[in-house]
Nanobody
Framework: QAQLVESGGGLVQPGGSLRLSCVAS????????MGWYRQAPGKERELVAA???????NYADSVKGRFTISRDNAKNTAYLQMNSLKPEDTAVYYC???????WGQGTQVTVSS
């Protein structure tokens, strides 16, 4: 059964850091582009960062220079390192296996003092 499981969310103060993980199973992870999305209350889901199977990355303007997406194909895992977090980064974060149109269940990130 194909699935993605996110972890690493939580409550952090402004300026802090978190690292999200997304573990894939039941898919051929290594040749699949991956994306991290987020959805804040009352807003549409938006793309935060994406990485191709060869490691090419792109980011939303709002997170450039603060967030880093990466992948470890040996572990079937995608990561999102989030630094210098701001209250406006508060949202549920989802990973997506693009080729399979497969979503994880989401992990809550709350940035608040």
């Amino acid at each position: 059964q194909a699935q993605l499981v996110e972890s690493g969310g939580g409550l952090v103060q402004p300026g802090g850091s978190l690292r999200l993980s997304c573990v894939a199973s039941g898919i051929i992870f290594s040749d699949n582009p991956m994306g991290w999305y987020r959805q804040a209350p009352g807003k549409e889901r938006e793309l935060v960062a994406a990485i191709t199977s060869s490691g090419i990355t792109n980011y939303a303007d709002s997170v450039k220079g603060r967030f880093t997406i990466s992948r470890d194909n040996a572990k079937n895992t995608a990561y999102l390192q989030m630094n210098s977090l701001k209250p406006e980064d508060t949202a549920v974060y989802y990973c997506k296996a693009t080729r399979y149109n497969l979503w994880g269940q989401g992990t809550q990130v709350t940035v608040s003092s």
